[in-house]
């Protein structure tokens, strides 16, 4: 009867990889198969830094036999367990891998899943790599025309943004989404990522950028006819009257209960600088227009 010893199984698997004077080629089928047995082996005894290692290996030999999709699958497995072990590095390099290994067959949902596997799991610990990671599984999806695929993963990286307090990124995330939403018709998604776009951009307390958000996104037509569209437009008019009460009761609006959660958040607390200081300057402006003819 064979040995079930994972460990014993991975010294067999390894030197049926290696060369010697009576073994002139790899028997990578024999090897995997072991690997294979090894890892779950691995990792019912909970050995988790074996299972891990013994799936990588198992993925390599996978790929070896010309096998990319179940080689992906195995690396998927390695990293769950580097996950397991806090391997921040691994979790991000498996899981590329894997991505890779399914892009090679063809499959870009499968691909940007494990990108988006391993942005989750490195949110709190590695939240700048986190991003780059949905920001990969984004393109990914947009480059296969998929991008109503790829709404959760907007989501996602601009909820990491604002928690880095990164808004400006935020914000240009946000009406990223908006574009793609155009893209397949989700008009609903559309509407909801330029009006966050638009609070993000007020929360920062930059209602200059806000104010150009606005007038850039009231130039789509689907936009300009919609409930944020009107919601929008009253959190401006708030702003320039300085009017803080409007601007409190606006953020409190069905419209806006309707956004995702972190931005409802950041809504309710609208308005975070001085509008008053806003309102002045506005009047300033409005009691002296240039006279282009008078030299005086």
């Given at each position: 009867?064979?040995?079930?010893?994972?460990?014993?199984?991975?010294?067999?698997?390894?030197?049926?990889?290696?060369?010697?004077?009576?073994?002139w080629?790899?028997d990578?089928?024999?090897?995997t198969?072991?690997?294979?047995?090894?890892?779950?082996?691995?990792?019912?005894?909970?050995?988790?830094?074996?299972?891990?290692?013994?799936?990588?290996?198992?993925?390599?030999?996978?790929?070896?036999?010309?096998?990319p999709?179940?080689?992906?699958?195995?690396?998927?497995?390695?990293?769950?367990?580097?996950?397991?072990?806090?391997?921040?590095?691994?979790?991000?390099?498996?899981?590329?891998?894997?991505?890779?290994?399914?892009?090679?067959?063809?499959?870009?949902?499968?691909?940007?899943d494990?990108?988006?596997?391993?942005?989750?799991?490195?949110?709190?610990?590695?939240?700048e790599?986190?991003?780059?990671?949905?920001?990969?599984?984004?393109?990914?999806?947009?480059?296969?025309?998929?991008?109503?695929?790829?709404?959760?993963?907007?989501?996602?990286?601009?909820?990491?943004?604002?928690?880095?307090?990164k808004?400006?990124?935020?914000?240009?995330?946000?009406?990223?989404?908006?574009?793609?939403?155009d893209?397949?018709?989700?008009?609903?998604?559309?509407?909801?990522?330029?009006?966050?776009?638009?609070?993000?951009?007020?929360y920062?307390?930059?209602?200059?950028?806000a104010?150009?958000?606005?007038?850039?996104?009231?130039?789509?037509?689907?936009?300009?006819r919609?409930?944020?569209?009107?919601?929008a437009?009253?959190?401006?008019?708030?702003?320039?009257?300085?009017?803080?009460?409007?601007?409190?009761?606006?953020?409190?609006?069905?419209?806006?209960?309707?956004?995702?959660?972190?931005?409802?958040?950041?809504?309710?607390?609208?308005?975070?600088?001085?509008?008053?200081?806003?309102?002045?300057?506005?009047?300033?402006?409005?009691?002296?227009?240039?006279?282009?003819?008078?030299?005086?």
């Amino acid at each position: 009867m064979a040995s079930s010893d994972p460990h014993k199984l991975m010294v067999k698997a390894d030197k049926l990889t290696k060369l010697s004077l009576t073994r002139w080629s790899a028997d990578w089928k024999s090897a995997t198969q072991l690997y294979e047995q090894a890892a779950n082996g691995f990792r019912v005894a909970k050995n988790i830094e074996q299972a891990k290692i013994a799936f990588e290996k198992a993925s390599q030999g996978q790929e070896m036999l010309s096998s990319p999709w179940d080689a992906a699958k195995h690396m998927e497995s390695a990293a769950a367990l580097a996950k397991e072990l806090r391997n921040w590095r691994e979790v991000a390099d498996f899981y590329r891998k894997a991505s890779e290994l399914y892009n090679e067959c063809g499959r870009s949902q499968p691909a940007s899943d494990a990108l988006a596997k391993a942005a989750r799991a490195l949110e709190d610990a590695v939240p700048e790599d986190a991003i780059q990671l949905y920001t990969d599984a984004c393109i990914m999806l947009e480059e296969d025309d998929k991008e109503q695929m790829a709404f959760d993963l907007y989501r996602a990286a601009t909820n990491v943004y604002i928690k880095l307090e990164k808004y400006a990124d935020a914000a240009t995330f946000l009406l990223r989404w908006g574009l793609a939403a155009d893209k397949c018709n989700a008009t609903n998604s559309q509407c909801k990522a330029y009006l966050s776009a638009i609070i993000v951009y007020l929360y920062a307390n930059d209602f200059k950028q806000a104010e150009k958000c606005y007038n850039d996104c009231s130039q789509v037509d689907a936009f300009l006819r919609s409930d944020q569209n009107r919601c929008a437009t009253k959190l401006i008019s708030a702003y320039t009257e300085g009017d803080v009460e409007e601007i409190k009761r606006v953020a409190q609006s069905s419209t806006i209960s309707n956004l995702d959660h972190l931005i409802i958040k950041l809504a309710r607390k609208l308005p975070t600088g001085d509008v008053s200081a806003l309102k002045k300057a506005n009047a300033v402006q409005d009691e002296e227009p240039l006279d282009e003819n008078d030299l005086t």
